[in-house]
């Protein structure tokens, strides 16, 4: 173990390249911190540690609650450290990688957001985002570490650990692969890959090598997540954009987009993302691990009361304990009932046989005692109110009126008043108004009104409102379905799913849906039968939306499967015929041509990506033909063939190109007709200025110096014959001329003057297809020319071979091997010539 003042190392964490991790002690403070030590191997850079110290110092002013605070910055000895706060729980992956659940994943990647966009103000950029720089504390909230760190990387070429661009190349944004000007959009593209991950369990883009992942970050396309994911890809899209412009433009703009999706989450929606959620094993609660709900708050979402006593320590003493005092409080409450009952029995005969006598006077007559039973009777039996003489109102009325200050007759009529308001209430609830009405007309002439009536009278009066409603709503449902109008804010099933909102029982709207449901399903069917498949989907959704257990879901969706495989076939059929035709060259015109197929298939499916592929070939083609016309001076036909072009891709690059020479073409016609005829004097002139070219063009002077080169004098004999035919064909002839003087330049390790040669063709014809090709050549020679130089202790002259080398190819791997080579001629202390 290593040894630095002030601290007490207790054990690795963890170890990279750069630098290893320790759980150490601080003993000033004594807590743990997570030392981070430098390898003394990169000492060999004598401005590397003081880099490393003076970063690591400025990120030390970062204090976010998503940010690893840094403690303590120093060095001692050849061991360069840095005592951060440690996080117990951990990388925010798994050392196996599996995905993570939807919640947890966005609750990170807005975490992590706010750091970075906290870090961006201050006008610092991480350069290396990724799982393995997400730690977790204890409570499962997330923090981003290594700030500044991977800005002490950095250098003035852009290169650090052996020629490795600055960053993870797993993580690292487009800009950031070809070595650009970083900014804060570039830590969000990381961000990205990051929330994919998490998602997925695995980065998007893999490759062989570092540098093949570079590339793939910047030519391959968005990465698509699972189709359950699909509610979060266009947050993903903007997050891994290639172009900076075209993301989010700083970390406050992914938290509110994030934001807006977790509340849509808690409102129910996004199901897709509710059932793809990862499932916790059960009788398991790990706090730290689960992501504390969209409300902020940090309580468990999974496991029950039980499994929670289980797994908390000293679980089962815990329930035992619990079952104790059950039973305990249980028989102790038996004792006390039992008591309670004993003393109330001899209390009540004590007092029975003290008030005896007043007893005896209170027995009533036999007459009154029989009303009042037959009162109690009626009452129990539901027989309120009648003119039958045997109802509870009649008979308790009878009993008063025999003895006016008779307290059980009075207390029957009440308890006759509340049952009427008893019933009331369910008749209000089961919509019987009338009844309602007359039961509380009943109970208002006992109770002589009174809170309760008062209250029943006012849900009723809002229940016949509601009612009055409920039947408009029934009734626009019924014209709405008449009309055929079922879909929509005023549709029949819209307003169907409010009656029954309001009233679950009512069999008239749940039979009117399921019409409506039936009339959706015959749409469904005519939609398929039709091919507009798209649209035939969206109905059968609409069915299972309104009805989810209509019978004819199932069916639908396997018409819908079989009509879609069908219609794939006949879709391929076509693009493949397509194809044929067009490599044919029946591109457009009468009768089949690849044109009309590929038409065919997009009025069908609008997205199909084959068949707009087609279409860019047919526009291609065209301008090849249009192209080919304009080569021969057919201003006419290619003038057709630009139009039809025109109409399919009117912003294509090559289409613009060949309207510029028709536009020339024109006006090189017009000049030619407008042109007098040359003088004898001038025809002389153009004969001397022909071969001063050829003169020129042969000593290699092509297009250098001005007005001597061959291009010039060229350009010069056409100004005065503007068809002068070897003065055309020297024109084309030069480009041909600066490939092979270029192929003699190289051969003669005349780099310099080859350079010029492939500068001069990238002027003559700058869509030269073979340009690429000999800036490669160019490249690989000047990258010989450094080797030899370093071979020879010529660093300067090595250094300008490697530069020459690098804006030829900026991604030749030997350009890592060289600048490994000329470190080390420095480093060995020759010296410099």
């Known amino acids: 173990m290593i040894e630095i003042p002030g601290y007490r190392v207790l054990r690795p964490l963890g170890r990279g390249g750069m630098a290893t991790v320790y759980l150490a002690m601080q003993e000033s403070v004594d807590r ?14 004598p401005t590397y540690g003081e880099r490393f110290l003076r970063e690591a110092r400025i990120a030390a002013k970062l204090h976010h609650p998503h940010v690893v605070g840094i403690h303590d910055v120093g060095r001692h000895g050849d061991y360069f450290y840095i005592a951060m706060e440690y996080l117990s729980g951990g990388a925010v992956l798994d050392e196996d990688g599996r995905a993570r659940d939807v919640p947890f994943a966005l609750r990170v ?74 900014d804060g959009r570039s830590d969000l593209y990381s961000l990205g890959i990051v929330m994919y991950e998490l998602l997925v369990g695995r980065v998007p883009y893999h490759a062989e090598d570092s540098l093949a992942v570079g590339i793939m970050h910047i030519t391959q396309p968005i990465p698509q997540l699972p189709n359950e994911y699909k509610a979060l890809q266009p947050t993903l899209d903007r997050l891994l954009a290639k172009e900076p412009e075209q993301r989010f433009q700083d970390g406050a703009a992914v938290c509110a987009a994030i934001e807006a999706i977790e509340r849509r989450f808690e409102n129910g929606e996004l199901q897709d993302l509710v059932r793809a959620r990862p499932r916790t094993p059960p009788a398991t609660l790990a706090v730290a691990a689960v992501p504390p709900s969209f409300g902020q708050r940090a309580e468990p979402s999974f496991g029950s009361i039980d499994d929670i006593a289980v797994d908390t320590p000293r679980g089962s003493d815990y329930r035992r304990a619990q079952q104790r005092e059950r039973k305990g409080s249980g028989a ?23 008030n005896q006598d007043k007893l005896r006077a209170l027995l009533p007559r036999t007459e009154l005692n029989d009303q009042l039973a037959r009162g109690e009777a009626a009452l129990k039996a539901g027989r309120l109110v009648g003119t039958n003489g045997d109802s509870a109102r009649e008979l308790f009325e009878a009993a008063r009126s025999a003895d006016s200050d ?42 002589a009104g009174g809170p309760a009536v008062e209250k029943a009278e006012a849900e009723l009066k809002r229940a016949e409102s509601q009612g009055t409603q409920i039947v408009e709503l029934f009734d626009r449902a019924e014209a709405a379905l008449a009309n055929g109008k079922l879909l929509g804010a005023d549709g029949a099933v819209a307003l169907y799913e409010k009656v029954i909102a309001a009233d ?6 749940q039979a009117g849906l399921r019409k409506a449901g039936a009339a959706l399903a015959a749409q469904a069917r005519e939609l398929v039968a039709q091919g507009k498949l798209d649209d035939a989907a969206a109905r059968i959704e609409d069915i299972a939306r309104a009805i989810p257990s209509d019978p004819s879901i199932p069916n639908l969706r396997a018409d819908l499967a079989t009509a879609r495989t069908a219609a794939g076939a006949a879709v391929d059929a076509q693009l493949a015929k397509a194809q044929e035709l067009l490599r044919a060259g029946r591109i457009t015109g009468t009768g089949e041509n690849a044109l009309a197929l590929y038409q065919a298939v997009l009025a069908k499916d609008t997205n199909n990506a084959k068949a707009r592929a087609g279409l860019g070939q047919v526009v291609q083609a065209l301008v090849v033909q249009a192209n080919a016309a304009l080569d021969e001076d057919n201003a006419t036909t290619a003038d057709r063939l630009i139009r039809q072009a025109e109409q399919l891709a009117p912003n294509s690059a090559d289409l613009a190109a060949a309207k510029g020479r028709l536009r020339e073409l024109r006006e090189q016609v017009e000049i030619a007709a407008s042109r007098p005829v040359a003088t004898p004097e001038q025809q002389q002139k153009v004969a001397g200025l022909l071969a001063a070219a050829e003169k020129a063009a042969a000593a290699g002077k092509l297009m250098l110096p001005p007005g001597e080169s061959a291009y010039d004098r060229y350009r010069a004999a056409l100004a005065i014959d503007g068809n002068n035919a070897q003065a055309l064909a020297g024109l084309q002839d030069l480009p041909q ?36 090709t000999l800036r490669a050549r160019l490249a690989e020679a000047w990258l010989d020319e450094a080797d030899r130089r370093v071979g020879e202790n010529r660093a300067q002259d090595a250094r300008r071979a490697l530069d020459a080398a690098r804006d030829l190819a900026p991604y030749n ?17 020759s010296g410099f010539r």
């Open 332 to 354: 102790g409450a038996r004792w006390i009932f039992v008591g309670a009952f004993v003393f109330l029995i001899a209390a009540g005969g004590y007092a029975l046989w003290r």
């Open 813 to 829: 791997p030997r350009l890592t091997v060289l600048e490994q080579k000329l470190r080390e001629l420095g480093a060995g202390g």
């Open 109 to 182: 990647v807005r975490e992590i957001s706010k750091a970075l966009h906290y870090a961006n103000a201050k006008n610092f950029v991480h350069r290396d985002v990724k799982p393995d720089n997400i730690l977790l504390r204890e409570d499962g909230s997330s923090a981003l570490t290594d700030f500044g760190i991977a800005r002490a990387n950095d250098s003035a070429t852009r290169m650090t650990r052996t020629g490795a661009v600055v960053g993870t190349p797993h993580y690292m944004s487009p800009e950031q692969a070809r070595g650009r000007t970083l």
């Open 406 to 447: 008779n307290e059980i007759a009075r207390g029957g009529l009440r308890r006759v008043g509340e049952a009427l308001i008893a019933q009331a209430t369910e008749a209000t609830a089961s919509r019987d108004f009338a009844t309602a009405r007359a039961r509380l007309a009943d109970a208002r002439a006992l109770l």
């Open 32 to 45: 743990e911190v997570a030392l981070k030590v430098m390898s003394p191997t990169l000492l060999a850079d």
């Open 737 to 772: 001329r600066a490939r092979d003087q270029f192929n003699v330049a190289v051969g003669e390790q005349k780099l310099d003057r080859a350079r010029d040669l492939v500068e001069t063709l990238a002027q003559l014809s700058p869509g030269d297809a073979s340009l690429s």
């Open 504 to 509: 679950a029982s009512s069999a008239p709207a």
